[in-house]
């Protein structure tokens, strides 16, 4: 491999000690490029690869709230803006305890080469805050949302930085930040955050965009390969958005989804997990994927998540969280017969088990490349904010297709160009690594 790329990776280890995740996806992502930066050394003339791994600017700042008894609490607000060379800084925000300045800065990593992915013009960025949302009210929710955002709106805009959910952000926070931002600001500048409600600038089809993303492809994939969802089973982790809408095509494609699972442990549904039952205990009731059992006599309920990849599947689709599925799980997996793994959370993945699954022929979906639908429908939902226009379901789930195909086609065809056929990982790296190579090329040392 390339000295350089080498060299890279351990300053960024060195000079970001203790930030593992962050260390994870650059060790990833630059490996993958090696190729690349080996045939091409202007990059390396040009410090490409030292100002990539640096982001552009990292805003942190003190989110102060208080509960319905009175109480005080003070949170950590994080947005980093990792590289804006082709287009605005995008990416989600992403409310849990785990949240840390490695993890912000793995995602908003992820991101910039995600973005670059989705053939529309969005650059990279992250952030959130370690505020736990779970038990808490909706004017907790909301009190918490509008601290947040009355600091996060000096750094953000329409054409600044656009956020949008992830993990504990869903429509109700966005309609919150979103109200606020427009109260501070007083302007109507709708494509300053996506995945709003369809009755203030929302975008039809933004909300299953990430799962149903993440079947097209898969589904391309598996046809590529001579296969199809039909009849196929499968194990889906987490229930959340990305969870739910995975499942949800699945079942339309005419597969067997017979586990999903939260942060406490997951269910096994034999007769086939039922997707509004799953909507009802988790989106409206906001409560434990433990009830499913309770409420439904052909489920079992296990404690603990892991246990999930145990589970005998053909395709297993991990949409929680980063680290979920590990060397061990990737074995029970392979011992079961998996044919395919598709990445619907971001780095669910360790390096190791990744290595494994590709090193038994088991086709792997890379995350940056397989759950892009969910940003690519954000910048759908900024251009219809441009426009003051929208467009029905039909047209954006047409053209959310059409971005699937030509990010399977992408990453396929840069795969084969650079030697490593079949590869979609170091496919979907190159590929978005070179768009943001070239526009950083082009804009000078900046
Ligand atoms: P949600 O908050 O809607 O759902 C998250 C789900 O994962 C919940 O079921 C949650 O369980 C579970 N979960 C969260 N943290 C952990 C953990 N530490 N261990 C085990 N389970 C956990 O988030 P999303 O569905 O939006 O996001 C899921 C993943 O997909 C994330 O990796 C996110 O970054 C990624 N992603 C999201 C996109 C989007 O558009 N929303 C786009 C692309 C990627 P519980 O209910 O117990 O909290
Ligand atoms: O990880 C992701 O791509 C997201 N959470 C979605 C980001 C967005 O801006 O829609």
């Given amino acids: 491999m390339s000295k350089y790329v ?9 000079e970001n ?14 490996t993958s490029i090696a190729p690349v930066i080996d045939a091409n050394p202007k990059y390396q003339n040009a410090a490409l690869l030292e100002r990539m791994v640096e982001p552009e600017r990292v805003v942190m700042f003190r989110v102060p709230w208080v509960d319905d008894a009175g109480k005080v609490h003070v949170n950590k607000g994080y947005r980093v803006q990792f590289n804006s060379a082709i287009g605005p800084y995008k990416g989600g925000l992403r409310l849990h305890p785990s949240v840390n300045l490695s993890i912000i800065k793995f995602l908003g990593f992820e991101q910039v080469f995600k973005n670059s992915l989705t053939t529309l013009p969005i650059g990279g960025g992250k952030g959130g805050s370690n505020f736990d ?20 709106q000096r750094h953000i805009g329409q054409d600044t930085d656009v956020p949008a959910g992830d993990i504990g952000v869903g429509g109700r926070e966005i309609g919150y930040l979103y109200g606020q931002f427009k109260r501070i600001r007083n302007a109507y500048e709708a494509g300053v955050l996506t995945g709003k409600g369809l009755t203030y600038g929302g975008s039809l089809a933004r909300t299953e965009a990430t799962g149903y993303g993440l079947l097209y492809f898969t589904k391309l994939y598996l046809e590529d390969n001579g296969m199809s969802y039909k009849d ?15 499942m949800e095509k699945a079942q339309e494609f005419g597969a067997k989804v017979v586990a999903c699972s939260d942060s406490n442990g997951y269910v096994f549904d034999p007769e086939g997990i039922d997707v509004a039952l799953v909507k009802q205990i988790k989106e409206v009731e906001r409560g434990r994927i433990k009830e499913y059992a309770a409420r439904k006599a052909s489920a079992t309920y296990t404690e603990g998540c892991k246990g999930i990849w145990t589970i005998k599947c053909d395709i297993a689709l991990p949409c929680a969280t980063q680290q979920e599925l590990d060397l061990e799980s990737a074995k029970a997996l392979v011992a079961n017969g998996v044919k395919l793994v598709g990445e619907g959370a971001n780095m669910p993945s360790t390096l190791d088990a990744i290595e494994y699954l590709q090193s038994n022929k088991i086709m792997f979906a890379p995350a940056k490349a397989a759950n892009a639908g969910g940003v690519a429908t954000s910048a759908l939902e900024m251009a219809q904010n441009s426009m003051r ?6 047209e954006v789930d047409e053209k959310l297709k059409g971005i699937m195909a030509s ?10 160009e650079y030697g490593h056929e079949g590869d979609l990982l170091v496919g979907c790296n190159i590929a978005g690594f070179l768009k943001v190579a070239d526009a950083m090329m082009a804009q000078g040392i900046v």
């Fill in 6 to 14: 080498d060299e890279i990776i351990e300053k960024v280890v060195r």
């Fill in 17 to 30: 000690p203790g930030e593992t995740e962050f260390h994870n996806t650059v060790k990833e992502v630059l």
């Fill in 133 to 152: 949302p779970k038990g808490k009210s909706d004017n907790e929710i909301m009190r918490f949302c509008q601290s947040f955002m009355t600091e996060l």
């Fill in 232 to 246: 196929q089973t499968v194990v889906v982790s987490g229930s959340g958005n990305v969870a739910i809408y995975a």
């Fill in 389 to 394: 226009y929208s467009w029905t379901f039909e």
């Fill in 407 to 416: 990010i399977y086609n992408a990453s396929k065809n840069a795969a084969k």
